[in-house]
Each structure stands twice: as structure tokens, then as C-alpha cells.
Nanobody, 115 residues
């Protein structure tokens, strides 16, 4: 059984920074993809960024140059460094793991950016 636990959300002023973490546990293969998605009120869940176990990354256009995804394979942990936050980044952020053909989601962590 695979579990994902997120941390690091909170309230920050526009222009500020936050760092999210997501730690995976259980039967996780060495080759996998981890990522961050977000869902704002009244909107669909959307991709923020993904990273493969080999370090290949992909970002949504809206966060390029501001957010950085990274991972520690030894700890099965993925991070999201978010800089220059603006109010449009306010959302619940979810961690996702694609592992051996299955997808797993974390419980979500709230990020609120105030103007």
C-alpha cells in the first residue's frame, strides 16, 4: 500500500515564498513519476509540475520561472519551491505518484496567497 503525506502549505503574502513537501511510503518502484497538482475553488484540478525519478521535469506555463520541483529518491519525497506567489496561486495543492501503472494522491495542502 502506498501513502503520500503532504506538508508545507499555509498563508503567505503576494510576492512571498512557500515550500511544499510530499513524502511517499509503501511499495514504491525506483522508476516512477511524482508531481504536484492544484485545485482552486470552482475550478478543475490542474497540473503544476511533474518530475520523473531520473529528474526530468515538466511545468505548467503559469508557474514556469517561479516554481521549482525537485525530489529525493532515497526518501521518496518530492518538493515544490514556490516563489513570487500571487493570488492566482491560491488553491489546494495535491501530490501525485504514478507507480507501477497506478496513481496515488495525497490528501492535499492549502496554499492561500493574500494581496
Amino acid at each position: 500500500q502506498v501513502q503520500l503525506v503532504e506538508s508545507g502549505g499555509g498563508l503567505v503574502q503576494a510576492g512571498g515564498s512557500l515550500r511544499l513537501s510530499c513524502a511517499g511510503s509503501g511499495s514504491i518502484a525506483k522508476i516512477n513519476v511524482m508531481g504536484w497538482y492544484r485545485q482552486a475553488p470552482g475550478k478543475q484540478r490542474e497540473l503544476v509540475a511533474t518530475i520523473t525519478s531520473l529528474g526530468s521535469t515538466n511545468y505548467a506555463d503559469s508557474v514556469k520561472g517561479r516554481f521549482t520541483i525537485s525530489r529525493d529518491n532515497a526518501k521518496n519525497t518530492v518538493y515544490l519551491q514556490m516563489n513570487s506567489l500571487n493570488t492566482e496561486d491560491t488553491a489546494v495543492y495535491y501530490c501525485k505518484l504514478r507507480n507501477l501503472g497506478y496513481e496515488y494522491w495525497g490528501q492535499g495542502t492549502q496554499v492561500t496567497v493574500s494581496s
